[in-house]
């Protein structure tokens, strides 16, 4: 349909100013519940690693945000922010569909994102 021809479209002009710089500002999908957001998003990510050999994490938030108690055994909640702060590109998915507590929200996804922004990586 028109929406996803356009979405399409978004990610292709990414993708083709990605290859040229990858310190671009990046993609912000928002949509209903199962319109196809994460396949899409998932074509993405394997096509920038499989073709142009870079690190990608693809994050589910709520999944990441309900499993943040497990770093604090090992004490490697900071590792974990350095790697999502420092891969190449970070898709975070379904961010928003959780409430997050306010320090989820300012000590750890806003240290990722604070310091991919300062980094320029999208």
Same mark, same amino acid.
């Given at each position: 349909?028109?929406?996803?021809?356009?979405?399409?479209?978004?990610?292709?002009?990414?993708?083709?100013?990605?290859? *040229?710089?990858?310190?671009?500002?990046?993609?912000?999908?928002?949509?209903?519940? /199962?319109? /196809?957001?994460?396949?899409?998003?998932? /074509?993405?990510?394997?096509? +920038?690693?499989?073709?142009?050999?870079?690190?990608?994490?693809?994050?589910?938030?709520?999944?990441? %945000?309900?499993?943040?108690?497990?770093?604090?055994?090992?004490?490697? #909640?900071?590792?974990?922010?350095?790697? #999502?702060?420092?891969?190449?590109?970070? %898709? #975070?998915?379904?961010? /928003?569909?959780?409430?997050?507590?306010?320090?989820?929200?300012?000590? +750890?996804?806003?240290?990722? #994102? *604070?310091?991919?922004?300062?980094? +320029?990586?999208?």
């Amino acid at each position: 349909n028109d929406d996803r021809k356009q979405v399409l479209t978004l990610i292709y002009d990414f993708l083709r100013k990605y290859k *040229q710089n990858p310190h671009i500002r990046g993609l912000y999908l928002s949509g209903d519940f /199962g319109v /196809g957001k994460t396949y899409i998003l998932a /074509g993405l990510a394997n096509y +920038v690693v499989t073709n142009m050999n870079k690190n990608v994490v693809f994050l589910h938030v709520p999944t990441f %945000i309900a499993g943040l108690a497990s770093h604090f055994d090992d004490n490697s #909640l900071q590792s974990e922010i350095r790697r #999502l702060s420092e891969c190449d590109l970070l %898709i #975070l998915d379904d961010i /928003g569909a959780e409430s997050l507590s306010q320090w989820s929200r300012d000590d +750890v996804l806003g240290v990722i #994102l *604070q310091a991919r922004m300062d980094n +320029v990586l999208p």
